[in-house]
């Protein structure tokens, strides 16, 4: 990437569109997990559906719940005035992850660029890769390996969780009466929040919601993290909960890992042989 530009305009779009909706950082930064878990870090999560593929928006993890497009794309346009065709959407992506950590009260980290974008995109998957709030820690620690990403890795990206929502959907077994905690003042409030529709969304980290911390961590030792997949972390045998009482203890720790993770997710890569390109628009192919 030479446009010098680049990162500043990145940054104060991102600021902005924080400040207008503060969610809109959690969503940022989950949106680079959803491109890099899919064929690597592509873009191939911004593309609309054509005659030739079904685009990956539509994909069960995707479908009602990823958001920031629109930021992206305004992004997209700015730079594609200062700098054409020289930033792809995916380090579009890898940045507004890393400024959403800052601006949240996260760690900082050298992103790395030079990603190229893909020119097509797959529904099947984004299904199959992207691992569901359902998954048992060993299913969990799978999904990270096939990509080449180890059991440390997906308990500290996990630590993302300490920003953003989630609808009540993708925890219906948490407070389905059953399992640890069951009856817990936790559990009985988010039955309450529940009660009306599926779509409603709950904090994932019910304590400091916005702010990047090892809050997340916290919650699960005391039972009080959203998801099936967080609370299951503690159970996890070996190294996943020993790193959860870690970086519950320890937020440097925590930042110092997630970095080095992120990066290293931020480097997975489409398969060898296929070619990529620079898009003039995130949503369609040049
Ligand atoms: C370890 C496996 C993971 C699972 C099973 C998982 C699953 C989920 C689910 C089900 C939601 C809520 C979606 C909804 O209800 O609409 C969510 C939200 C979120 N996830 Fe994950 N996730 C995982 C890992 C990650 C990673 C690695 C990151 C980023 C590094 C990430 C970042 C986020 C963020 C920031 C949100 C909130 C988004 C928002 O508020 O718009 N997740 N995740």
């Known amino acids: 990437m030479t446009c010098p530009q680049a990162e500043d305009i990145i940054f104060s779009r991102v600021e902005q569109a924080v400040a207008a909706d503060p969610r809109m950082a959690a969503s940022l930064l989950r949106l680079h997990f959803h491109d890099c878990f899919v064929n690597g870090c592509d873009a191939s999560v911004l593309l609309d559906d054509t005659a030739t593929f079904v685009g990956e928006k539509t994909a069960g993890p995707n479908l009602n719940s990823l958001r920031g497009f629109d930021v992206v794309e305004s992004i997209k346009s700015e730079l594609e005035e200062a700098c054409p065709q020289t930033v792809s959407c995916a380090d579009i992506l890898a940045i507004v992850a890393r ?3 800052v601006l949240s009260g996260g760690p900082t980290w050298q992103v790395e660029v ?12 984004a299904n199959n890769n992207i691992p569901a709030p359902t998954s048992d820690v060993a299913t969990l620690i799978q999904k990270f390996q096939n990509l080449g990403l180890s059991t440390k890795d ?3 990206l996990s630590g993302a969780h300490t920003i ?4 009540c959907s993708s925890f219906t077994s948490r407070i389905g009466g059953s399992g640890d905690g069951g009856g817990s003042e936790f559990l009985q409030s988010l039955q309450q929040l529940c009660s009306g529709s599926n779509a409603t969304l709950a904090h994932l980290d019910i304590a400091t919601p916005a702010t990047f911390d090892n809050q997340y961590y916290i919650n699960l030792l005391s039972s009080e993290g959203l ?4 609370q299951v972390l503690l159970t996890g045998s070996g190294d996943v909960g020993s790193l959860v ?8 720790l925590f930042f110092g890992d997630f970095t080095v993770s992120i990066v290293r997710m931020g480097r997975l890569a489409p398969p060898a042989g296929v070619v990529g390109e620079v898009r003039r628009s995130c949503r369609v192919v040049n």
């Open 99 to 101: 400024d959403s950590v």
């Open 245 to 252: 009482e870690a970086y519950a203890m320890d937020e440097m």
């Open 154 to 156: 997906m308990v500290a």
């Open 227 to 230: 998801l099936p997949s967080d």
């Open 164 to 167: 953003g929502k989630a609808r």
């Open 114 to 125: 030079g990603r190229k974008d893909s020119r097509s995109a797959s529904r099947q998957a």
